[in-house]
């Protein structure tokens, strides 16, 4: 058997766990021009709702880590209930920018610069629901050190804190969105996982900042850009972004239920119409949160000076 042939029976069986199809398989190469395997996953009950996913062609999910496959049928259970929501590409930072996460370029490859670390690309764009152009291309990087508690460098097992590294530096406003430019340096650290804990941590919020938080993400993934269709509001990378577990975005969606503010129905939520009467302000959040990423540090890199 080859090892592409190996890779389709595995991964079939674990998205067929989740409520997964595989729809669609693909050659491919990453960035170093070695082989991998592109698949399309869809919702077995929703097959026009899709995701991709890309693996290196001799990965192989029952060996390495333990618990390796267990990771994977994870990622995909999530994936299934995330690919319910309209844009399930879209994500929200505390400071109420909304983006999306596109065109990444699994898996990670080594540094061309020299440096000693992994590295993966990827385009985040704006999303306002007005066609905004400025987008960020990213160059995200993991130390020798930080890849060691990575099960393996492969995209179900980095994407998530890959994603939510993002949206932290948007939040230190050292990432800047741009009509142009060259790719700009996320360095993933140590400093984003406890060893003690053995878990990944990026914000320390509060039960007011949660909220705000889930009173955005509903403005903007469902009634800005899903046209009022329901999203997952206990994503359980919201949870790692914000340093706290689903029950508790659980309890903070249902206090906003009780007061009209969202309609929730299980684990997904729409806006209300009181929420949907906020747009001057979270369309004032989101201005503030632009202007905070324009930092005077990266003006070499807006003029070409820095090489990704």
Not at 44 to 49: G, I, R
Not at 137 to 144: C, I, P
Request: net charge negative; aromatic share 10%; with cysteine.
């Amino acid at each position: 058997m080859s090892d592409e042939t190996r890779l389709k029976q595995q991964v079939e069986t674990a998205a067929k766990a989740a409520g997964l199809v595989v729809a669609d398989v693909a050659a491919g190469t990453d960035f170093a021009g070695e082989p991998t395997v592109r698949f399309t996953l869809a919702l077995a009950n929703e097959p026009a709702k899709k995701q991709m996913l890309e693996l290196s062609a001799d990965f192989d999910l029952h060996t390495g880590t333990a618990g390796l496959e267990g990771e994977a049928v994870n990622y995909f259970l999530e994936a299934a209930k995330r690919m319910r929501n309209p844009r399930p590409e879209c994500y929200l930072t505390l400071h109420g920018l909304p983006l999306s996460f596109g065109e990444f370029s699994w898996p990670f490859h080594g540094s061309t610069s020299g440096a000693d670390t992994f590295i993966v690309h990827g385009d985040v764009k704006l999303e306002d629901g007005q066609g905004s152009p400025l987008h960020t291309m990213v160059a995200a990087s993991l130390t020798q050190t930080f890849a060691e508690v990575v099960p393996a460098m492969e995209q179900p097992f980095a994407e998530g804190f890959i994603y939510n590294a993002v949206r932290k530096i948007f939040d230190q406003g050292q990432l800047e969105l741009v009509k142009s430019g060259n790719r700009q340096p996320v360095p993933v650290t140590t400093r984003y996982y406890s060893a003690k804990q053995k878990k990944f941590v990026f914000n320390d919020t509060t039960e007011a900042q949660r909220t705000e938080f889930l009173r955005g993400k509903v403005y903007w993934l469902s009634g800005v850009l899903g046209g009022g269709a329901p999203v997952w509001v206990v994503d359980p990378r919201d949870a790692q972004y914000l340093n706290t577990s689903v029950d508790e975005l659980k309890k903070t969606a249902e206090t906003l239920a009780k007061g009209g503010t969202i309609r929730l129905e299980g684990e997904f939520a729409s806006a209300g119409e009181s929420l949907l009467a906020e747009s001057e302000r979270f369309t004032a959040l989101m201005a503030d949160a632009l202007a905070f990423t324009k930092p005077t540090f990266n003006e070499e890199m807006r003029h070409g000076h820095t090489n990704m």
